[in-house]
Structures are given as structure tokens and as C-alpha cells.
């Protein structure tokens, strides 16, 4: 069916590797924004809407409406942008439910014992299996919990947005050693993805193109089956667990986890301002056990 199969546009940011989406209905011209990622310099403190413009400008020179901004999970390597996008186009922000899990992991790392992990930082929090729709194509919610508790998939018609589960298939999969994360619960959810018929298209939410080659986001079930470096060596859930826990004890901490986990857990809002304007984050020391130091 045309209609069950929307229009994928990857815009990549090269300085977090991330893939953000406009998915659109062309029968409609309505979209959903997915993972839009807001700008931020570690070094000078700065933010920037570089990304989030670049997804408007495609927005209005497509003259597609927004009607969703999803998030596939709280991210740990960059700031979300879905605030920002709602103040331009009025659209609802989302991401799954599990979330208040995770915003009650990490309201206790901060020190932030009156931190409200009830979800109420977005308009709409996504039970597993519930439908939506993006003009006329259904999106059914997978829950994909591995890489972290919250994950899920959003399959738009023949579309898959799987975010950080697996990545494309030279790269394999995502790291699951985040508070909260599991990789035994990553293999089950990659069953999840995988059991979808073979030509869905796989869209990935990093790329951290292995080897030098330019940034790739798409693929099928199909290719991900027979060729996905990780999975395809794996036959049990215990194989794979033994590959993904041994590479996560050698990756050093995402160099903005605890930048970005305190403002994505507030959906994505920075800190409000202080007497004097400004905003701060704030650093638990210590707090992540058995970090490897790069
Ligand atoms: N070097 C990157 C690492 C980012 C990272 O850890 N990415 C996660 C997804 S949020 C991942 O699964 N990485 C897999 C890998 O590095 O093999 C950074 O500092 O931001
Ligand atoms: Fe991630």
C-alpha cells in the first residue's frame, strides 16, 4: 500500500553521529519529527538550533505540517530539541512510558529527590503495542528496552525507526551498559525488530561509520539478518550478551552523559534560570561504577 509507506528524510549531525527523521505522509503532508537534536558545546557551554533549523527549513520548503516530535529513548550523548520544535510548530512532543523508570534511576543520581519522574515533560507517553498515525500511515510503538529501559520502535508503515538497538549492519548494536540498560533484554528486542517482515526498512538512529566510510542510515530486516556484524555471529541470547558486555566494558562513558541525561529526563528543557538569568547543570561525581576512563 503508498500510503503505508512514508517518505524518510535522515538529516545526520556530525558531531554526535546522530541520524534525526522527518517522516511524512505524502498523501497528506503531515510528518513527525524523530531523535531532533539541539546543539550544545561542552567546551563554551553554548547552545545552538544549527540541526533543529535544518529540520524546519526541510519542513517548510517540503510545505509538510508536524504533527508529532518523538523521542525513541532518552538520549545520552546529545541534548533533544523537541522543546525548541514545539515552541516553532505547536506539535506535541512524545517517547514511551518506561521513562519514568529511567527518570527515577537518574532523579536519584542527581540528588533531585522532589524531581516530578511522572512523565509530565512531554504530552504524551506511548504504552507498548498502542497505534498513532502520521496523516495516513499507522505507527504502532514497539517497547525495545536493552539499550536503555525506555527504548522503543516506531514503525510507520514499512518504516522501522529503531534508534540505538541495532545499528547499520557493519556497525552492530548498540551498548546496553547505561544505568538501567540490559543486553539480554537488547537481544529479545532485536528479536522484536527482526521478526517484522524482511523488506521493512530499518532506519538507525547513530552512525559511526566504521572505518572512515560516509554516513549510512538505512537498511532492511533482510540485510540486518544475514549481515549485521553482531547478530549474525550470535546464535543464543548468551553468546550475544558475552560479545555486547564484553565491547560495553571497554567504551568510555558518552563525553555528554551527564550533561544530557538531566536535561532530556526534563524532556528536553533546559534548567530553569537562576536570580540572574542563568542556567546550570549539575555533576554527580563518582557516580557511574566501573566507568572506563578513555
Ligand atoms: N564517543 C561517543 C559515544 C557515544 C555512545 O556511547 N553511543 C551509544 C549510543 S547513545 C552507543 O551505543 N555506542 C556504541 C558504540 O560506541 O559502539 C560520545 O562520547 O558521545
Ligand atoms: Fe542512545
Not at 509507506?5 to 535522515?10: A, E, I, S, T
Not at 561542552?42 to 517548510?60: F, H, M, P, Q
Request: net charge negative; aromatic share 10%; proline share 7%.
Amino acid at each position: 500500500m503508498d500510503s503505508a509507506r512514508p517518505l524518510v528524510k535522515g538529516i545526520f549531525d556530525k558531531r554526535t553521529f546522530s541520524i534525526q527523521y522527518v517522516v511524512s505522509d505524502p498523501a497528506t503532508g503531515k510528518c513527525a519529527i524523530i531523535d531532533p537534536v539541539l546543539d550544545f558545546d561542552e567546551k563554551s557551554g553554548a547552545t545552538a538550533t544549527k540541526n533543529a533549523d535544518a529540520i524546519l527549513a526541510y519542513v517548510e520548503n517540503e510545505r509538510l505540517t508536524v504533527e508529532w516530535i518523538l523521542d525513541t529513548h532518552p538520549h545520552a550523548d546529545h541534548f533533544s530539541a523537541a522543546p525548541y520544535l514545539k515552541e516553532k510548530t505547536g506539535a506535541p512532543t512524545a517517547i514511551g512510558s518506561r521513562i519514568v523508570e529511567v527518570q527515577e534511576i537518574w532523579k536519584g543520581i542527581y540528588g533531585w529527590p522532589d524531581f516530578p519522574a511522572d512523565g509530565s515533560q512531554w504530552d504524551r507517553l506511548f504504552a507498548e503495542g498502542e497505534t498513532f498515525s502520521i496523516g495516513s500511515i499507522p505507527v504502532q510503538v514497539l517497547f525495545s528496552p536493552g539499550h536503555t529501559l525506555a527504548s522503543i520502535t516506531y514503525v510507520a508503515g514499512d518504516a522501522a525507526f529503531v534508534h540505538d538497538t541495532l545499528f547499520m549492519p557493519d556497525s552492530g548494536t548498540a551498548r546496553c551498559d547505561f544505568p538501567g540498560g540490559s543486553a539480554a533484554r537488547l537481544w529479545t528486542s532485536i528479536g522484536d525488530i527482526l521478526a517484522l517482515p524482511d523488506e521493512t526498512r530499518i532506519f538507525v538512529g547513530h552512525d559511526y561509520q566504521p572505518g572512515g566510510r560516509e554516513p549510512l542510515w538505512e537498511s532492511t530486516v533482510a540485510e540486518q539478518k544475514a549481515t549485521n556484524t553482531h547478530i549474525s555471529k550470535c546464535r543464543t541470547e548468551a553468546e550475544f550478551v558475552a560479545l555486547r558486555e564484553g565491547r560495553d566494558k571497554t567504551l568510555p562513558m558518552p563525553k555528554l552523559i551527564l550533561h544530557a541525561l538531566q536535561i532530556n529526563m526534563n524532556g528536553g528543557h533546559l534548567p530553569a534560570p537562576d536570580a540572574n538569568g542563568g542556567r546550570h547543570l549539575k555533576f554527580p561525581l563518582n557516580a557511574l561504577k566501573h566507568a572506563v576512563w578513555e
